[in-house]
């Protein structure tokens, strides 16, 4: 069989077409956006263009969307320019949120010197929402919310209007990092009670270096990058107008195709559960074995085998020609075991090794197969 990828919460295949519209604009359409000319027109048009449809998929402003180089720099800009802009005293998120997200609390924390307080979290990855509610009823400090809509390791989902409305109720601004969302799911942000979304291209089939964040028109946020009046002013530097607009046309390929594509690689994580459980006994989902209450595109597992064998397993697998993670990218390099898992397992079940296979369009029932056989041989073999 040819190499398997389910590693697509780290990243995806770009589509063709994006590919294509790339090239062509990297070609034909290289003005500045910034300039009055022709060259500078077309681009700004493009640029522009984009952005509505962006907006009005997402049934926003489109002034309220503001293009970064994905998702780790909008979390970023989020979390620190608000602070610093709305006089942030309080920052209430949980201690399995994306590293992008946390590692900006920390930073941002210390040199502001503002309280950071962490929900609690079930075995399945839910913050407690009593915790939560009593945490913003008994005091009045100005409190930023940070809780990701999907968690990139266990594929665990909140209800985003649910909190949004216990933080618009308690005057708290409430920023969700969505970027295993956009592209996977419709989120009508005109009937969800949020402040800012952040976005990553490349994890819907689009190219790398590029995405967005939203951001409330009822909300002002400091300037990010200083330089030139660029993305209101919040991001200054010349707009990646070919990344640009592979963003808009994976995000309008994900839009055309989203009920299509939801039901195959569903139907690929439904099958996967029912193969693993039955051939492989002891193994245990990681997060929410719900399918309602957590992403399609993500299954992690906690899997019958001695941590000890991770590095040989992981050889293995590469060997065999299947990609998939032990955590998220960005740390999967890491000696250290899964913040996430680490809070959500116990001690025994963290003596076990953990793995995530993460789905898309592109993925087959067959190549399951193949990866539950190949899991089911090396625990018989070890």
Partial sequence: MNKIYFDNAATTEISDKVISVIMDTMKNNYGNPSSTHSFGRNSKSIL?????????????KANEIIFTSGGTESNNMIIKSVVESQNIERIITTKIEHKAVLNSIESISKTKKILVEYLDVDNCGNPNIKQFKNSLEKSNQLTL???????????????????????????????????????HYDLDLSNTTIDFITCSAHKFHGPKGVGFAYINNETIINPFIEGGSQERGYRGGTESIHNILGLKTAFEISYESLEKDSKKVSKIKEYFIHNVLKKIPGTKINGNSDTHNSSYTILNLCLPIAKDKKTVLDFK?????????????????????SHVLSEILSNSEMEKISLRFSFSKFNSLEEVDYVVSFLKDFINDN
């Avoid at 522009?48 to 926003?60: H, M, N, P, W």
């Avoid at 989902?157 to 933080?167: A, P, V």
């Fill in 48 to 60: 522009e263009l984009s952005r509505k449809f962006i907006a009005d998929k997402l049934k926003a």
């Fill in 145 to 183: 919310v940070s809780l990701m809509h999907i968690n990139n390791e266990i594929g665990t989902i909140i209800d985003l209007n649910e909190y949004g409305k216990i933080c618009r109720s308690n005057n708290a601004l409430f920023h969700s990092d969505t970027v295993q969302t956009i592209g």
């Fill in 317 to 337: 697998l590469d060997l065999a020609g299947i990609a998939c993670s032990s955590g998220s990218a960005c740390q999967s390099g890491s000696s250290k075991p």
